[in-house]
């Protein structure tokens, strides 16, 4: 059983950064794909970054390509294996939003399906993130 918790969400100004996190606990998730989806109010739940497992393949949506990078804790620190982030620079308040990441039990993104929630078979609760004007 894997348990994602998601972190570093809040409220920060148009133009400002956030970094979140995702820890997994109950077993070493490295060799694994991971994903990042938002929820913006009233709406449904949309893609926004992807890596896989080896690392070799990383998708970002239009909306966030150029301002959000997605990458793995260090090699070598305790967050090694464990953790990923969603680095978000240059914030604007449409990505306002509980943003959710997901593991996906495959090592490599499914081409054509790495962007769906059904992709994914374990998802944190969330964390909120608000972008003032």
């Known amino acids: 059983q894997v348990e994602l918790t998601e972190g570093g969400g809040g409220l920060v100004q148009a133009g400002g950064s956030l970094r979140l996190s995702c820890v997994a606990s109950?077993?070493?998730?490295?060799?694994?794909?991971m994903g990042w989806f938002r929820q913006p109010p009233g709406k449904e739940r949309e893609f926004v970054a992807a890596?896989?497992?080896?690392?070799?393949?990383?998708?970002?949506?239009?909306?966030v390509k150029g301002r959000f990078t997605l990458f793995r804790g260090t090699l070598g620190t305790k967050n090694e294996g464990n953790t990923v982030f969603l680095q978000m620079d240059n914030l604007k308040p449409e990505d306002t939003a509980i943003y959710s990441c997901a593991l996906d039990l495959f090592t490599n993104l499914r081409e054509g399906h790495y962007y769906e929630p059904s992709a994914y078979d374990y998802w944190g609760q969330g964390t909120q993130v608000t972008v003032s004007s």
């Open positions: 890596l896989s497992g080896g690392g070799q393949q990383l998708y970002y949506s239009d909306a």
């Open positions: 109950g077993r070493i998730f490295s060799t694994y794909s």
